[in-house]
């Protein structure tokens, strides 16, 4: 036994030596890792390490023109192009790297988002902006449940944030904020680029917001999931637009709205068969971006009972003064109408305002500066969500 012991004591010092000389081999002659981004006071350096490189750039979001407007870097030591610029205002900005006329990502920045097919790095600037953007200490969960829907024909793919100590409370019932991402996006937009689960998250932890369920659908009606998953997309039937208006009014908005019937018929029983929500329209808020906008705009037209709480964000829709008269009469808590003034919708949400009020239902118009951004939607969520469930 004693020499077993001292055969595998030997091996042991072996095995650990050898790792030792690997890694000493590994890093022999390595140059000192590269730091970026790098935030040092009011200013940020970016570095990237191209040993064969003519010249490297810098893309970033926050200035002017930034696709035609790309930042020289300057190559140093052992091959590290850099650069220091200004440090923007608190918000989170994308970048990129141009080497040789290729976009490639900052390989030292595991901070990432994706918009669409496009991974981009992320530089998140502290500050009162941006402190409900960074993760909290009290994490919520977020998920990818599956449902079938016979509406749209497919089996769908929901991401689905709960709030935190929602599993450790088996008796306690949530009400469910329904946000929908806009064209171009999918059922991970709000959670990737909108900093949904970190938003909520520190919201709730400070006592600023209900904690509440929010369900982020896929809003392409022809899509099971989210393009990375690789699942085939449904071809879509042509809708004849004359066939369309010789159908009853109720039968022809079933038809030109099917996703927005899969939301309300499908997901939010599905939602409620499979979650512990409160199932009442006291309960349930519906919100959107952009083209989600416009769905959450329909979504109330149609089902105005559905929603006591409706945000409509850089919204492409209208409402009729009858529709707004309906959800008047039904009742609706909260409608908030959110765009920025230099957004290419803006004058559809003053219209839209403009009929809310003729027709004298109490509402918020939001005004921001900007355009069609996610700086703006993330402002909006962070700015709408305590105000919701109150």
Request: hydrophobic share 40%; net charge positive; charged share 20%.
């Amino acid at each position: 036994m004693k020499r077993i012991l001292t055969a595998l004591a030997i091996c042991l010092v072996a095995v650990l030596s050898v790792n030792a000389q690997e890694l000493a081999n590994f890093n022999r002659g390595r140059a000192a890792p590269v730091v970026s981004p790098e935030i040092q006071g009011d200013s940020v350096t970016f570095r990237f390490r191209a040993d064969y490189a003519t010249y490297v750039k810098l893309s970033p979001s926050w200035r002017a023109n930034p696709n035609g407007g790309a930042v020289d870097m300057v190559r140093g030591a052992n091959n590290v192009w850099s650069v220091k610029l200004p440090l923007p205002a608190p918000e989170i900005y994308t970048y990129n790297f141009v080497v040789d006329g290729v976009a490639v990502n900052d390989p030292q920045n595991i901070l990432v988002q994706r918009d669409g097919t496009r991974f981009l790095n992320m530089l998140i600037v502290p500050g009162q902006r941006t402190e409900n953007y960074t993760e909290a200490n009290q994490r919520g969960t977020v998920s990818h449940p599956w449902y079938d829907s016979k509406v749209l024909g497919i089996n769908r793919r929901l991401t689905v944030y709960t709030p935190y100590g929602y599993e450790n409370n088996p008796k306690k019932k949530y009400p469910v904020l329904y946000l929908l991402h806009g064209a171009g996006g999918d059922e991970e937009a709000w959670i990737s680029m909108g900093r949904t689960a970190q938003i909520l998250d520190n919201l709730i932890e400070k006592g600023l917001a209900e904690p509440m369920i929010v369900v982020m659908p896929n809003g392409n009606a022809n899509q099971q999931a989210a393009a990375t998953l690789g699942l085939p997309t449904k071809q879509q039937a042509r809708v004849d637009r004359n066939a369309l208006q010789s159908l009853p009014e109720a039968e022809r908005n079933r038809v030109a709205n099917g996703y927005v019937v899969s939301l309300c018929e499908e997901i939010v029983p599905f939602i409620e068969k499979n979650f512990r929500v409160i199932a009442k329209p006291e309960a349930r808020a519906i919100a959107g971006l952009s083209m989600g906008g416009g769905h959450t705009i329909t979504a109330s037209n149609l089902y105005p009972q559905m929603f006591d709480y409706i945000c409509p964000l850089s919204a492409a829709g209208s409402a009729s003064p009858e529709q707004v008269a309906a959800l008047k009469k039904a009742g609706v808590k909260l409608y908030f109408l959110a765009c920025g003034d230099a957004d290419f919708l803006f004058e559809g949400s003053k219209t839209l305002d403009k009929t809310l009020t003729e027709q004298g239902l109490d509402h918020i118009f939001f005004v921001s500066d900007g355009g069609h951004t996610w700086a703006n939607w993330r402002l909006y969520l962070n700015t709408f969500a305590p105000k919701l469930f109150k």
